[in-house]
């Protein structure tokens, strides 16, 4: 399939940028509609903007009729509460999808690890057009946690941590790219993601950004990681479990999920 992609992301499938001045907003995530909606770790969403506007954030190949994550439709409720939020995200003028705000609780090294996925960001993207990447805003200052980006989930040598204090932006091909968030908070991280499609209109935006595709990796303790790699392996291990156990005792799945049985789903 050939998509229309931007050459600045070949290299790393993430870009930096500068960060934006969080202070001067007013916290408007905070009287935000959020939705219980479980992505990689305890989450809910407030969607700006969803396939058909209703106050919900299922992936839009997901409603009747299927739509790409492309064109979505404000959510009039929350874009009353969120003007700022709403306006900032139309910047780039580029084509957007999903478009909400996570709420993340606290989690752990090994927890976001486990939590590693790829988003299915190009579900029904018609081919030659623009391939959806996904902005990263941060809203809350959360100095101490980290996006943690892997270009192979097994293997920790291609892992990149980019730390999140208040208005830290990056724009992450999360098809392509292992992510999830190491949050080492007390209260939950508040974050805007937004599907954008690329082309020229992206590209300018981000190039007015000064956008860095490679960037140093937050330190962590090599002896903490691999404590942390061996937890997350252990998780992993007794889902699969779980998972072969279902399928050998068809009473056990009953729409319920047992100890050691998660779901993880795309955001
Ligand atoms: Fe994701």
Same mark, same amino acid.
């Given at each position: 399939m050939t998509y229309l992609k931007l050459p600045i992301f070949s290299q790393t499938g993430y870009v930096v940028l500068d960060s934006y001045d969080q202070s001067q907003d007013v916290r408007e995530w905070e009287n935000l509609v959020f939705v219980d909606w479980k992505s990689s770790g305890e989450t809910r969403f407030a969607p700006l903007a969803s396939a058909y506007g209703e106050m919900e954030c299922d992936g839009f190949w997901n409603h009747t009729p299927a739509k790409t994550d492309k064109d979505g439709v404000w959510v009039p409720e929350n874009v009353a509460l969120a003007p700022r939020l709403t306006e900032r995200v139309q910047e780039p003028g580029a084509n957007i999808g999903r478009c909400r705000v996570i709420e993340l609780q606290p989690n752990t090294y090994a927890d976001a690890i486990y939590n590693l996925h790829r988003d299915d960001n190009n579900r029904l993207n018609p081919e030659g057009t623009g391939w959806i990447v996904r902005a990263f805003c941060n809203l809350t200052d959360n100095r101490d946690s980290v996006m943690i980006l892997r270009e192979d989930k097994d293997d920790p040598a291609t892992e990149t941590r980019i730390a999140l204090p208040a208005g830290a932006q990056v724009v992450i091909d999360t098809q392509r790219l292992y992510h999830a968030v190491w949050h080492a908070g007390n209260e939950p991280r508040y974050c805007l993601i937004t599907s954008y499609e690329s082309g020229p209109e992206l590209d300018a935006w981000l190039t007015g950004l000064h956008p860095v595709a490679l960037v140093p990796s937050v330190p962590v303790d090599?002896?903490? +990681?691999?404590? +942390?790699? *061996?937890? @997350?392996? *252990? =998780? =992993? @291990? +007794? =889902? +699969? @479990? *779980?998972?072969?156990?279902?399928?050998a005792d068809p009473t056990f799945g009953n729409g319920t999920l047992s100890a050691g049985m998660e779901v993880l789903s795309e955001a």
């Amino acid at each position: 399939m050939t998509y229309l992609k931007l050459p600045i992301f070949s290299q790393t499938g993430y870009v930096v940028l500068d960060s934006y001045d969080q202070s001067q907003d007013v916290r408007e995530w905070e009287n935000l509609v959020f939705v219980d909606w479980k992505s990689s770790g305890e989450t809910r969403f407030a969607p700006l903007a969803s396939a058909y506007g209703e106050m919900e954030c299922d992936g839009f190949w997901n409603h009747t009729p299927a739509k790409t994550d492309k064109d979505g439709v404000w959510v009039p409720e929350n874009v009353a509460l969120a003007p700022r939020l709403t306006e900032r995200v139309q910047e780039p003028g580029a084509n957007i999808g999903r478009c909400r705000v996570i709420e993340l609780q606290p989690n752990t090294y090994a927890d976001a690890i486990y939590n590693l996925h790829r988003d299915d960001n190009n579900r029904l993207n018609p081919e030659g057009t623009g391939w959806i990447v996904r902005a990263f805003c941060n809203l809350t200052d959360n100095r101490d946690s980290v996006m943690i980006l892997r270009e192979d989930k097994d293997d920790p040598a291609t892992e990149t941590r980019i730390a999140l204090p208040a208005g830290a932006q990056v724009v992450i091909d999360t098809q392509r790219l292992y992510h999830a968030v190491w949050h080492a908070g007390n209260e939950p991280r508040y974050c805007l993601i937004t599907s954008y499609e690329s082309g020229p209109e992206l590209d300018a935006w981000l190039t007015g950004l000064h956008p860095v595709a490679l960037v140093p990796s937050v330190p962590v303790d090599p002896d903490f +990681a691999q404590e +942390a790699y *061996a937890g @997350a392996e *252990a =998780r =992993r @291990a +007794a =889902r +699969a @479990a *779980a998972i072969a156990a279902k399928g050998a005792d068809p009473t056990f799945g009953n729409g319920t999920l047992s100890a050691g049985m998660e779901v993880l789903s795309e955001a």
